[in-house]
């Protein structure tokens, strides 16, 4: 999970090797992999204790220029120029002691000394027409440095140098050497967007499924609330009638009292009473 996160969400592979940590501490591949976890997240003091924790374990020197760059996460450039100088650094093969030189060439700059950050940089494998893996790195780095020290037109060079050997697009390159031509990229889509607003007439309208799911909400709501005054509407009306049927009820009970009142008032005046 960790090698799955890391590039998309370093958080949460940092997350699955704090479990991995509390799992398996003592096997050196968890504590390789935390600390990569750890520096994603840019929490280079962690980082470099579980790289430092994995190295005793196997011996192995592939991480000494990782733990060199964490020193300069932590703002000690210095003591990552001494770790590039350190014997441990012969026994790199040629990728590690590639990724050695751009770790002191960044901690030259770190320190302000862009000059010697770009003669660290100068090495036969930046002058080598081959190709490996590290190549597209070496001469992005070596075009930074220079841009960095006001060389423009050495930048541009070696930015299309870069460009040239980055197939897999794993740095900005090109965009870099667009920036240095001038070159402004245009969102097509939010281009069309806009025309089609503009030939409505209005920007006014819904222009996604939410915005239009609201206005038809607020239109329901308008209809209902229409509806609730006419039920009360109907509700007056209705106890109105009933108290008109009671008032009708009640006339109809009065006048039957007055006539049973007059049958008893003409009775016969010769019948005997009592």
């Given at each position: ?42 929490k ?71 000059d010697?950050?770009?003669v ?15 190549t ?8 930074d ?45 939010v ?17 996604s499924?939410r ?53 008893d ?10």
């Open positions: 999970m960790v090698a799955r996160l890391i590039d998309e969400d370093p958080e949460g592979a940092y997350a699955y090797s704090r479990i991995a940590l509390r799992l398996a501490s003592r096997v050196a591949a968890v504590r390789e992999a935390a600390g990569f976890a750890a520096y994603a997240s840019q280079y003091s962690e980082a470099l204790a579980e790289f430092r924790a994995a190295r005793r374990m196997t011996g192995n020197v592939d991480l000494w220029p990782v733990m060199a760059d964490c020193e300069r996460g932590m703002g000690r450039p210095e003591k990552a120029l001494d770790m590039a100088g350190a014997p441990d650094v012969q026994k790199l093969d040629k990728a590690g002691q590639v990724e050695m030189r751009l770790v002191a060439a960044g901690a030259r700059r770190d320190m302000g000394q862009l010697a950050a770009i660290t940089l100068q090495s036969p494998e930046l002058a080598s027409h081959s190709v490996q893996p590290w597209p790195r070496l001469r992005y780095a070596y075009a440095a220079l841009l960095a020290a006001g060389r423009e037109d050495e930048a541009r060079e070696w930015f299309a140098k870069a460009v040239e050997s980055d197939k897999d697009g794993s740095t900005d390159a090109s965009d870099r050497l667009a920036e240095l031509d001038g070159v402004e990229f245009v969102d097509a889509l281009e069309d967007e806009s025309e089609s607003e503009a030939d409505s007439g209005t920007g006014a309208e819904p222009t499924v915005e239009a799911d609201r206005v038809i909400q607020a239109e329901i709501d308008e209809v209902d609330e229409v509806d609730e005054i006419d039920d009360v509407d109907d509700e007056d009306l209705a106890d109105d009638d009933l108290d008109d049927a009671e008032d009708e009820r009640d006339e109809e009970r009065n006048e039957e009292r007055e006539d049973e009142g007059d049958d008032d003409g009775h016969d005046e010769g019948a005997p009473r009592g």
